[in-house]
């Protein structure tokens, strides 16, 4: 990893050299932890500038609109492979054989029930609650029935909670759906596919044996791949510092789903949709682009911009072309939301305050009509990207557990609030 290269830091008179790394692909960087020893800190809010691991997961080349999935650029996965085959190699590191992929499957079928207690944990909230606020609770719920058979630090145990929760996640997902239409609760059928199941927990009801619609199920299985992982952002980051303390991983993922919740990350797609529907008619636009150009309003354009794309999102051209697809499948090819979506890129993209900015349509822009044209109501968008990014969650944890130079992830601050002072009692405040 070290090429012998060193940047020198001077400061106060003093000279500091600092390692430099190279990873196999992108920047390298300089390795500054032991400036600590000598009280001197790095100041990088945001982590704009920040490595907080290295990992051999994912790659992506911002200024080129590269990203790979250990090696593999994600326009392939997301034509070729299907999920279940991506997660097995987002966990292991390679693609499955026939067998290994069969087992694998296999595997993963055989974990989608949930325990029955967990279904009373769903009366407890309102029927109106968002679904991403259920699934925070729900999946944070599942540490109080795996915790003592955890052992964080033995490779099965967290290949176990792996299989767990890819599994169980489309299962809590579809129930968090059902809980607000009031419809019973669909149990898994392990016949289908991972994505043909979750339509079929999602839409089925008891009184019907309706089969999911498979252009729709392949659909959705290249939505989940396009979601499945992207490095070091929010919410992966949020495992990680929390598996870093060795809570428990449920706990961890479900500290996960709060981050990606927010509308500057997987909240975007829930956000983009009602904006495309806010805007309603491609005469608006104008209006709306005036609005996120404006320094003084609030409004940004929703499904625009990347802290790390600084090109067009790679999966938002696979998204794209799954929109038309689905669009075409379910007979709403001329949905007027489409057009809206359409040309509001073509008129954001010739516009010098996008360009200069580097700020292109991202993974969300396209995926919130995609859904809906699938029948999930928008408040569900986020709780599929979260159902998606489980893996990602997972393979991430599982990475820095198994490593033994782990260390407790700790950021130091600038500290700005008043110097050391007397306490005055009450009476004499
Ligand atoms: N509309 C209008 N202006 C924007 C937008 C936007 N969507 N995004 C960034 N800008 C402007 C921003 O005002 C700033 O302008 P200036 O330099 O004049 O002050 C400049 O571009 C840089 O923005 P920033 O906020 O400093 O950049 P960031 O890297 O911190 O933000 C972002 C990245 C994704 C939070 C931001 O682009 C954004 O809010 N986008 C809309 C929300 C969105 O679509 N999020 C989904 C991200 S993709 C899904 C995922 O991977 O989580």
């Known amino acids: 990893m070290t090429d012998g290269q060193k940047a020198t830091l001077t ?3 003093k000279t500091f050299e600092l390692p430099v790394y190279s990873g196999t692909l992108g920047p390298n ?25 290295n990992s051999d997961i994912t790659f992506i080349d911002g200024d080129k609109g590269i990203l790979l999935h250990r090696g593999y650029p994600i326009g392939a996965l997301a034509e070729n492979a299907t999920y279940l085959e991506v997660c097995y190699l987002l966990l292991n590191g390679e693609l499955p054989n026939k067998e290994q992929y069969a087992s694998f499957e296999t595997e993963i079928k055989h974990h989608t029930l949930l325990h029955e207690q967990v ?5 407890g909230f309102r029927r109106d609650a968002h679904p991403m606020a259920i699934m925070v609770g729900v999946v944070g719920a ?8 955890i052992n964080v630090n033995k490779s099965d145990s967290r290949r176990m909670t792996a299989v767990r929760l890819i599994a169980k996640m ?30 079929h927990m999602m839409f089925g009801t008891p009184c019907e044996n309706k089969k999911p619609n498979p252009v729709l199920a392949k659909a959705l299985d290249k939505i989940f791949i396009l979601h499945a992982d992207h490095e070091q952002n929010a919410s992966t980051s949020t495992v990680r510092l929390a598996g870093s303390t060795g809570a428990n991983p449920y706990a961890c993922v479900s500290a996960g789903i709060a981050a990606l919740w927010g509308p500057a990350h997987g909240g975007a797609n829930e956000a983009c949709l009602n904006m495309l529907r806010q805007i309603g008619d491609v005469k608006n636009i104008p209006a709306y682009v005036a609005r996120a ?7 940004r354009l929703m ?74 109501p928008s408040n569900m968008f ?19 557990m198994a490593d033994d130079h782990r260390k407790l992830g700790r950021p130091r601050q600038l500290y700005t609030g008043p110097v050391q002072r007397d306490y005055v009692p009450v009476e004499k405040r």
């Open 29 to 53: 960087v300089i390795d500054v932890s032991s400036l600590a020893q000598n009280d001197i800190f790095t100041y990088d809010p945001g982590f704009m500038s920040t490595a907080a691991c």
């Open 303 to 376: 499904g625009f911009g990347h802290r790390v794309y600084k090109n067009y999102d790679p999966r938002a051209k696979v998204m794209q072309e799954a929109c038309h697809q689905v669009l075409n499948a379910v007979g709403r090819k001329d949905d007027p939301i489409l057009d809206v979506a359409m040309e509001l890129e073509r008129i954001a993209l010739s516009d010098s305050y996008f360009i200069e900015r580097k700020l292109y349509p991202n993974v969300d822009f396209y995926s919130g009509i995609t859904l809906s044209a699938l029948g999930i």
């Open 382 to 400: 986020t709780v599929i990207f979260a159902l998606a990014r489980t893996i990602g969650w997972i393979a991430n944890w599982n990475e820095m």
């Open 119 to 123: 279904r009373t944990f769903f009366n």
């Open 11 to 13: 400061l106060n008179g």
């Open 170 to 199: 489309p299962t809590i997902a579809a129930m968090s759906y059902k809980y607000a239409q009031g419809q019973p609760f669909i149990y898994p059928d392990n016949t289908l596919s991972f994505s043909e199941n979750f339509l």
């Open 293 to 299: 150009k404006d320094k003084n309003d609030p409004f």
């Open 142 to 149: 599942l540490s109080a029935f795996y915790n003592d058979t």
